[in-house]
């Protein structure tokens, strides 16, 4: 993921994710978060007066705006952008990720519904806006690209989801071979869907 | 999920399995999955001589089986099995969990993947064994219906993906909107595979 920015507050958020993105979120600590950042742990309290509900929170904003913001740099990079082809960068960025880290670390937002969903209704919605954030520009590309419209919402949420699983199943496996497979066997099927008249 | 068996030690693996997949593997207690199995507190030690660890992993283990048990069931209740019905099946247990249980619980190996996958090599082990546990009947019912042998193993990773994803999502969202979404997208195109000679 993006390396942090230069505020402390902001580098407090990007730890936290980068943790909760390995551990889960019950088993990250705030004192390993602020740590992790090199921040005062002073610092906590007084940018997080919410404890870690508002910082585990904040962090899943912030993976939601991270993956979002994404769609459209992938786009740009492309000379002929195709629902294949984003399928596939953002599949490839997991890819890389995964060889970096020796699948020591999955999503953010996965992690945050599995450990928060039923216990944390703020988590809960934030993990949905982070979802909804990481949706609507894929949706938007599908569009551009000449899905038809009644179709880019739903499959905006086949990509994500078949993203989803396989970043689970290869963790699991410490393997890329689940997140290859869904790239390979999904991104024909989702070129099928641009009308040819677009 | 089934029905416990009759014996403490398959319900308390049950139990586990209820849990890690409403709090994650971190926020579940010893305490509290003897509680809920209705078994005396030493039975632990007696069956799990292996403590959290072990009993995690027979929660992902069996939750693994039942998964891929339910496959041929789901097929023989079909009087034209197709991939986007079985797909469909598949889909639709989830469909009936959270309407039943109002979004309470997810799955117990994504939950194993997201807070163990790192840092407990055998739990990683066990969700990787009980992904292919449920992926291996796919690919066999899915050669069974007339997709292409080289096609099933992988075809089978992306029905499992794209469902896991979009049950994080759902319960994200407190909405079954992208399980419904991904049956009705993914379906067409898992029937489009079938070799029309088969």
Partial sequence: MAAPGRRPRDRIVFSAAQLIRRDGVAATGLRDVVEHAGAPRGSLQ???????????????EWAG??????????????????????????VQQWLDDFSANDFQAGCPVAAATVDCADGVEST???????????????????????????????????????????????????????????????????????????
């Avoid at 740009?76 to 960068?89: C, D, E, H, I, N």
């Avoid at 551009?144 to 970043?167: F, H, K, N, Q, W």
């Fill in 124 to 198: 809960r919605a934030a993990a949905s806006a982070a979802f909804q954030a990481w949706r609507a520009p894929i949706a938007d590309a599908l569009r551009d690209m000449g899905v038809p419209a009644r179709r880019a919402a739903s499959t905006a949420t086949l990509m994500l989801s078949a993203l989803e699983g396989a970043i689970l199943i290869a963790r699991a496996e410490h393997d890329l071979r689940a997140l290859q497979v869904v790239a390979r066997e999904l991104g024909p099927m989702l070129d099928g869907l641009v009308d040819p008249a677009s």
């Fill in 46 to 60: 007084h940018y997080f007066p919410g404890g870690k509900e508002q910082l585990v929170n904040e962090a899943v």
């Fill in 65 to 90: 705006g991270y993956a979002g913001g994404r769609i459209a740099w992938f786009v740009a990079g492309m000379r002929r952008p195709s629902p294949g082809r984003l399928f596939a960068a953002m």
